[in-house]
């Protein structure tokens, strides 16, 4: 059974820093474009940022845009996501999640795999 295991998370301050790290494992993690998704209480899920499996293309989300960076190292099975200058907004729980197909979706329905999640807190 595949899995996958975000970490990182946390409780930090507005105007701080995280890495939140999805660790893969019972796939071959360099034929999935991966993802990173969040949702609030009481929203919807939110397309974050993606990565596609050689790491040559990445997109973000407008709200994190020069904020957040997504990488991936795929001899580590695990990928990444450094976010910087956090906001209150930035508030949720964060998901990553796992794409058989060379550059990724940025809706999560097309995703094959997901995560557990880890919760974000930024406090104001």
């Known amino acids: 059974q595949v899995l996958l295991v975000e970490s990182g998370g946390g409780l930090v301050q507005a105007g701080g820093s995280l890495r939140l790290s999805c660790t893969a494992s019972r796939l071959t993690f360099s034929s999935y474009a991966m993802g990173w998704f969040r949702q609030a209480p009481g929203k919807e899920r939110d397309f974050v940022a993606a990565i596609s499996r050689s790491a040559t293309r990445t997109y973000y989300a407008d709200s994190v845009k020069g904020r957040f960076t997504i990488s991936r190292d795929n001899a580590k099975n695990t990928m990444y996501l450094q976010m910087n200058s956090l906001k209150p907004e930035d508030t949720a729980v964060y998901y990553c999640?796992?794409?058989?197909?060379?550059?990724?979706?940025?809706?999560?329905?097309?995703?094959?795999?997901w995560g557990q999640g880890t919760q974000v807190t930024v406090s104001s």
């Open positions: 999640a796992a794409d058989l197909t060379p550059l990724p979706s940025l809706r999560g329905n097309d995703y094959d795999y």
